[in-house]
C-alpha cells in the first residue's frame, strides 16, 4: 500500500511540474499566432515618416488615423469589401447545401462508388491553379460567365465543395448510426431522424465547414486576379492588391490599414456562427 501511495505520489508531483511547462508552451503559441495581427495593427496607425524612419520604434509614437481614410478614399474599399461579401455568402450557401447531403450518403450508404468518389474528392485537390485556370477562363468565356460576380461564384463552389464535403463526411461518420435506429425505432420517420437527431449533432461540423468556404472564399485572390476586370466587380484581395507599386514600393501604412478592415467581416462571421460549434453537440442525442 506504502508503495502505490509513492507512486501515485510521484506522478503527481510529476504532473504540476509539468503544468507549468504547458501552460507556457501554450502561452508561446498563442503569442506565435497573435504577433503579425499585432504588427498589422500597430502598423496601420503609425505615420509615413515613422515606417520609412531607418531606426523604427515597435510602438506608434501617436495614433494616426490616416492610413484608414486614405485606404478607404483610395481603394474604394466598401465597394470591393460588399463584392467579396456576396461572393463568399453565395458561395458558402451554395457549398453547404451540396456537400450535406452528398457527405451524408458517402457517410452512410455503403456502396462501390463510395471509393471512386473518395478518390475523387482527393484527386481534385492536388490539381495546381494554375493547371487549370486557362480551361476555366474559356468556359467562362464561352457561357458568359466571364469578368462577372456569378462567374467567381461558381468557380469558388466548385473548388470548395470537395473539401467542404470531406469535412463533413467526416463530421457524420463520428456520429453513431446506433442514434438513427433508435430514433425509427421509436417510429420517427427518416426526414425527423435527420432533422431532429442527426442535424443538431452535424451542427458543429457545419458551422466549421462554413467559416472554412467563408474565409477561403474571403481571402481567394488567383482566380479572382485572372477572371474579374472591371475595377467595380473587384473583390477585397485585388482591391488591396493596388498598394503594392509597379516597381514594388509599397504603401505599408494604407496596406496594413486595409488588411485590417478587411479582417473585421470574417471575425464578424465567426463571433456570430461560434457558438454553434459547441451547442449541438449533444442536442441532437435527446431528441427523437
Same mark, same amino acid.
Given at each position: 500500500m506504502s508503495t502505490q501511495t509513492s507512486t501515485l505520489t510521484r506522478r503527481g508531483k510529476s504532473r504540476l511540474a509539468v503544468r507549468p511547462?504547458?501552460?507556457?508552451?501554450?502561452?508561446?503559441?498563442? +503569442?506565435?499566432?497573435?504577433?503579425? %495581427? #499585432?504588427?498589422?495593427? &500597430?502598423?496601420a496607425f503609425?505615420?509615413?515618416?515613422?515606417?520609412?524612419? =531607418?531606426?523604427?520604434?515597435?510602438?506608434?509614437?501617436?495614433?494616426?488615423?490616416?492610413?484608414f481614410a486614405q485606404a478607404i478614399a483610395k481603394a474604394d474599399l466598401f465597394t470591393a469589401a460588399g463584392n467579396s461579401l456576396i461572393v463568399a455568402v453565395a458561395t458558402t450557401t451554395v457549398v453547404t447545401l451540396m456537400a450535406l447531403p452528398a457527405a451524408y450518403a458517402l457517410a452512410r450508404f455503403k456502396t462501390k462508388l463510395r471509393g471512386i468518389a473518395t478518390g475523387w474528392i482527393l484527386l481534385s485537390q492536388v490539381f495546381p491553379f494554375i493547371l487549370i485556370i486557362i480551361p476555366l477562363f474559356i +468556359?467562362?468565356?464561352?457561357?458568359? %460567365? #466571364?469578368?462577372?460576380? &456569378?462567374?467567381?461564384?461558381?468557380?469558388?463552389?466548385?473548388?470548395?465543395? =470537395?473539401?467542404?464535403?470531406?469535412?463533413?463526411?467526416?463530421?457524420?461518420?463520428?456520429?453513431?448510426?446506433?442514434?438513427?435506429?433508435?430514433?425509427?425505432?421509436?417510429?420517427?420517420?427518416?426526414p425527423r431522424i435527420l432533422r431532429a437527431i442527426v442535424l443538431p449533432l452535424l451542427m458543429p461540423g457545419l458551422v466549421a465547414t462554413s467559416l472554412f468556404t467563408f474565409i477561403s472564399s474571403w481571402n481567394e485572390f488567383f482566380f479572382a486576379l485572372v477572371l474579374i476586370q472591371s475595377p467595380e466587380l473587384q473583390t477585397l484581395p485585388l482591391t488591396l492588391a493596388r498598394f503594392v507599386g509597379a516597381e514594388g514600393q509599397v504603401q505599408l501604412g494604407q496596406l496594413a490599414a486595409g488588411s485590417l478592415l478587411a479582417t473585421i467581416p470574417s471575425l464578424v462571421f465567426f463571433a456570430i456562427i461560434q457558438k454553434r460549434l459547441t451547442?449541438?453537440?449533444?442536442?441532437?442525442?435527446v431528441k427523437g
Open positions: 511547462l504547458q501552460y507556457l508552451a501554450l502561452l508561446a503559441y498563442m +503569442v506565435f499566432l497573435g504577433f503579425p %495581427l #499585432l504588427w498589422l495593427i &500597430l502598423v503609425k505615420t509615413p515618416r515613422e515606417l520609412n524612419s =531607418p531606426n523604427p520604434t515597435f510602438l506608434p509614437q501617436q495614433l494616426n488615423f490616416d492610413n +468556359v467562362l468565356r464561352n457561357i458568359g %460567365l #466571364l469578368n462577372s460576380l &456569378l462567374g467567381l461564384i461558381v468557380i469558388y463552389s466548385i473548388w470548395s465543395l =470537395p473539401f467542404a464535403l470531406w469535412m463533413l463526411q467526416g463530421y457524420i461518420g463520428g456520429i453513431p448510426p446506433e442514434l438513427e435506429e433508435a430514433g425509427a425505432m421509436d417510429g420517427a420517420s427518416r451547442s449541438g453537440l449533444l442536442s441532437g442525442a
